[in-house]
T-cell receptor
Framework: EAGVTQFPSHSVIEKGQTVTLRCDPI?????LYWYRRVMGKEIKFLLH????????ESGMPNNRFLAERTGGTYSTLKVQPAELEDSGVYFC?????????????FGPGTRLTVL | QKEVEQNSGPLSVPEGAIASLNCTYS??????FFWYRQYSGKSPELIMS????GDKEDGRFTAQLNKASQYVSLLIRDSQPSDSATYLC??????????????FGKGTTLSVSS
């Protein structure tokens, strides 16, 4: 069974540009999460999809971040326009729906560098 | 502000010893607790989950949970150099809901010397 995949693995952009990150969850996992780790800090939650619906977006830092999950399969996270403080590693995770204690499996992450 | 606290380390143990990693959390209603292992430059890998007070063993790993003290720990027996990594403690934000976000600690770096 394939794990969570993310694309690209690395992205280097200039301040003010736009970047779109993609996540493909484990097949059959309706829960999809985005997290971010800024250097020196802990991994922090950004938002949570159940299928195509946003269940919780309380962790999104501001309106420069837009997440979508059309069709309830893969998800994209767009940053527009990017700022220096957006640099970090963006992780995607997925889990099954049905249990209150569902284990989350992480993708390899996208390392974003904003210059 | 809900928090998960871990000693950043590094925790250094000789090969074959027991490594003990500790974590405290602030949200008393948390119900699910996870330990992830992260090698440098890699993604977090789930190694243990625990939901009830007491011990849970899986191979060389034992997770311990004490909800009254808001404390969760991970013991690694017969530590191997390949166990050298950062260990992340994670706690769910909401209880009794299917699919909930996690709060992570900053992680404890473990170094096992041969």
């Amino acid at each position: 069974e394939a794990g969570v995949t993310q694309f690209p693995s690395h992205s280097v952009i200039e301040k003010g540009q736009t970047v779109t990150l993609r996540c493909d969850p484990i097949s059959g996992h309706d829960n999809l999460y985005w997290y971010r780790r800024v250097m020196g800090k802990e991994i922090k939650f950004l938002l949570h999809f159940v299928k195509e619906s946003k269940q919780d977006e309380s962790g999104m830092p501001n309106n420069r971040f837009l997440a979508e999950r059309t069709g309830g399969t893969y998800s994209t996270l767009k940053v527009q326009p990017a700022e220096l403080e957006d640099s970090g590693v963006y992780f995607c995770a997925s889990s099954q729906v049905g249990q209150g204690n569902s284990e989350q499996f992480f993708g390899p992450g996208t390392r974003l560098t904003v210059l | 502000q809900k928090e998960v606290e871990q000693n950043s380390g590094p925790l250094s143990v000789p090969e074959g010893a027991i490594a003990s990693l500790n974590c405290t959390y602030s949200d008393r209603v948390s119900q699910s607790f996870f330990w992830y292992r992260q090698y440098s430059g890699k993604s977090p890998e789930l190694i243990m989950s625990i939901y009830s007070n007491g011990d849970k063993e899986d191979g060389r790993f034992t997770a311990q949970l004490n909800k009254a003290s808001q404390y969760v720990s991970l013991l690694i027996r017969d530590s191997q150099p390949s166990d050298s990594a950062t260990y992340l403690c994670a706690v769910n934000i909401h209880s009794n809901q299917a699919g909930t976000a996690l709060i992570f600690g900053k992680g404890t770096t473990l170094s096992v010397s041969s």
